[in-house]
């Protein structure tokens, strides 16, 4: 009997010790890639990094797969000046992050696709100085709201910056804009802008027609569309990139008394259309 409970506590034990975790407060700087390898012994269960994780100077870092564990950052995320790393693999499970974006000097790097599943940055969005970088398909689901400026330059091979969240950052801004100093196509705001009309006249009036009313808003939030729009899907976000449950009467009147106060983001799908839109809460 002693043995069988002394078996079901070091279970329970280890089942508590290796649950999802805030971890590294302090943030962390990585520049080896033994320390990359070994993230997941040193912090085991460590999945949400409370301040800013570096990964900086790394000249042997050839890949971040030791990373996969990681969810959120509640820093910034900078990746600067790794000339063996080509492709950002390992952080494919990472979801939002609470500061910057910083992709910058890394000589190898090929694609950023591994961060398809990021939606929200809460910060500056800077790719800059990645020499064989072609296009910023990876970055699509970032809302475009949670981009506090965006710096795009002196890539010299990226030729494609129409991506989803790009795109819907040009037709609202919410800070500085500087997209220059690329290859022919992402070479300029005006090139990006004319990429970015592929999707066509009627989709570019469907994000330009869409409203919160009211906003800031208590109890309840109206989704303004086009007449002829249907909505069939709505995703809503708090300001850390986490997926709220909302619920209301219709798609176009949403409860949200049961929210507190802060800032969220509503991702409104309808037919191929993805159009996100800030709210605030009162």
């Known amino acids: 009997m002693k043995k069988i409970t002394f078996y079901i506590l070091s279970a329970i034990l280890f089942s508590l010790s290796s649950q999802a975790q805030?971890?590294?407060?302090?943030?962390?700087?990585?520049s080896s890639q033994q320390t990359i390898d070994s993230f997941n012994i040193l912090y085991p269960g460590c999945t949400e990094i409370e301040g800013d994780l570096k990964i900086l100077y790394g000249s042997d870092i050839t890949s971040l797969s030791g990373l996969t564990q990681i969810t959120s950052i509640k820093g910034s995320l900078l990746i600067v000046d790794n000339d063996q790393l080509s492709s950002l693999s390992g952080l494919d499970n990472l979801q939002s992050i609470s500061g910057g974006?910083?992709?910058?000097?890394?000589?190898?790097?090929?694609?950023?696709g591994s961060l398809s599943q990021l939606t929200s940055i809460s910060g500056n969005l800077t790719i800059g100085w990645n020499q064989i970088l072609k296009n910023l398909t990876g970055l699509d689901h970032i809302i475009s709201e949670s981009i506090q400026n965006l710096y795009v330059y002196f890539n010299d091979s990226l030729c494609?910056?129409?991506?989803?969240?790009?795109?819907?950052?040009?037709?609202?801004?919410?800070?500085?804009?500087?997209?220059?100093?690329?290859?022919?196509?992402?070479?300029?705001?005006n090139e990006v802008n004319q990429a970015c009309e592929t999707i066509g006249i009627e989709e570019s009036n469907r994000i330009t027609a869409t409203t919160l009313?009211?906003?800031?808003?208590?109890?309840?939030?109206?989704?303004?569309?086009?007449?002829?729009?249907?909505?069939k899907h709505i995703r809503v976000y708090n300001i850390s990139g986490k997926e709220i449950k909302?619920?209301?009467p219709s798609f176009k009147c949403l409860n949200i008394s049961h929210l507190e106060s802060g800032i969220y983001f509503l991702e409104i799908t309808m037919d191929n259309t993805r159009i996100t839109r800030k709210l605030v809460i009162d």
């Open 22 to 30: 805030p971890c590294l407060s302090g943030g962390i700087t990585i």
């Open 101 to 112: 974006l910083g992709i910058v000097d890394n000589d190898m790097l090929t694609d950023l």
């Open 246 to 248: 909302i619920t209301g």
């Open 213 to 231: 009313f009211p906003n800031p808003a208590r109890t309840e939030v109206y989704i303004l569309t086009p007449d002829n729009c249907i909505i």
């Open 160 to 189: 494609n910056c129409a991506v989803e969240s790009v795109c819907n950052y040009l037709v609202n801004p919410g800070g500085a804009a500087d997209i220059s100093i690329n290859a022919l196509g992402c070479n300029s705001n």
